[in-house]
């Protein structure tokens, strides 16, 4: 299949720039995937949709506030750093800006020396290996000195950092958060648990490249990002029964999907298990983890929209999208959400 099979036309206003003051007020596009029939609900009725039995899978990854502003030790030149991943002890891969700047050696300072960065070593595409130095816990340290890092498509400030974040959040290691889950409040899950659908938790960390576009024409030579994942013995066994009495898997997020697949793919089976995964998932894929989606709506010509396709057949993915564009719905991490299910 050829990237511009998955390009739609979005006005640049309706990409959302702040999350809504409640978090489950969005709207919620329902779209069954297989007559594509569409219809249009607020996001506290995806209760209408579960039933007792049936699992809600979510990805309880946290993100770290991991966008850091320095300066060079040597020349005092403004750095940006985002950290993206924890290597082994204090030693992280992070993207830089303006990488240029930024060679073996370099240390840079954030905080008036709360904590420096010293650069061990230069990879591709602005990636350098950083060893970090402070005094501390380094998760108060970020709290005080960075701000999320938030998505390039989104201009405004963030004013609450906790808003990029899931009320579930649990795991640091996220570089974005995986939005679909934004929606829920403790008191919807509440509501799902009374009515006798299990939650079980899953983590995979969000790279940096959940924002990089799709470079090649022919998508089937794309190179997936690779991330971290884990699955809980619970959660295994969760799901495992769940599949058994023929109730619905029903995962929030891409995310959750690609961990949920990527486990089905290696064992036939649900276990225990944790990993790197690139899994890339696009029409054609025999999905055999999930029955049902909740998500957002994704970028043009983006793997997630690629997934998404995969599930529910690309030119109903595509009607639905005009739809809303036609509906004027909030587009991306702040959006509004979808579910993708079968009547």
């Not at 290996?129 to 390039?152: A, D, K, S």
């Not at 959040?169 to 889950?181: C, D, E, I, Q």
């Not at 055999?288 to 994704?298: E, Y």
């Not at 043009?300 to 995969?310: D, E, F, G, I």
């Amino acid at each position: 299949m050829q990237l511009e099979d998955f390009n739609y036309v979005l006005p640049k206003e309706l990409i959302a720039q702040t999350p809504l003051t409640k978090r489950d007020s969005s709207r919620l596009l329902v779209l069954d995937k297989e007559t594509g029939e569409i219809c249009h609900r607020k996001f506290p009725d995806i209760l209408d949709y579960m039933k007792k039995g049936d699992t809600l899978v979510l990805n309880d990854t946290k993100v770290l506030p991991a966008r850091l502003i320095g300066v060079k030790e040597e020349t005092h030149a403004v750095i940006e750093i985002l950290l993206l991943k924890d290597i082994q002890k204090e030693i992280w891969e992070c993207l830089v800006k303006p990488a240029k700047r930024v060679h073996v050696g370099t240390i840079i300072d954030f905080g008036e020396g709360k904590l420096k960065a010293k650069c061990i070593e230069e990879k591709e595409d602005g990636i350098r290996l950083f060893e970090l130095i402070y005094n501390g816990i380094l998760v108060e340290i970020l709290e005080e000195l960075g701000t999320m890092p938030l998505p390039p498509y989104i201009h405004e400030k963030l004013e609450d950092q906790s808003r990029y974040n899931t009320v579930y959040a649990k795991n640091l290691g996220s570089a974005a958060a995986p939005t679909a889950g934004l929606h829920f409040t403790d008191k919807l899950l509440k509501k799902v648990k009374e009515k006798g659908i299990n939650i079980v938790y899953v983590t995979l960390h969000v790279g940096l490249g959940t924002f990089r576009p799709v470079m090649v024409e022919n998508i089937e030579e794309h190179k997936m990002h690779t991330e971290y994942f884990e699955m809980t013995k619970e959660a295994a066994l969760i799901l495992n029964e769940t599949k058994k009495r023929g109730n619905q898997i029903i995962s929030v997020g891409t995310t959750s999907v690609r961990t949920l697949e990527t486990v089905m793919n290696r064992y036939g089976k649900f276990q225990e298990c944790f990993g790197f995964t690139d899994i890339f998932i696009y029409p054609g894929y025999q999905f055999q983890a999930i029955n049902a989606l909740i998500t957002n709506f994704h970028l043009p010509k983006s793997t997630l929209l690629m997934l998404v396709s995969a599930f529910a057949g690309r030119e109903n993915v595509l009607n639905a999208y005009q739809e809303a564009v036609k509906e004027k719905y909030r587009f991306f991490s702040f959006g509004d959400s979808m579910m993708i299910q079968c009547n």
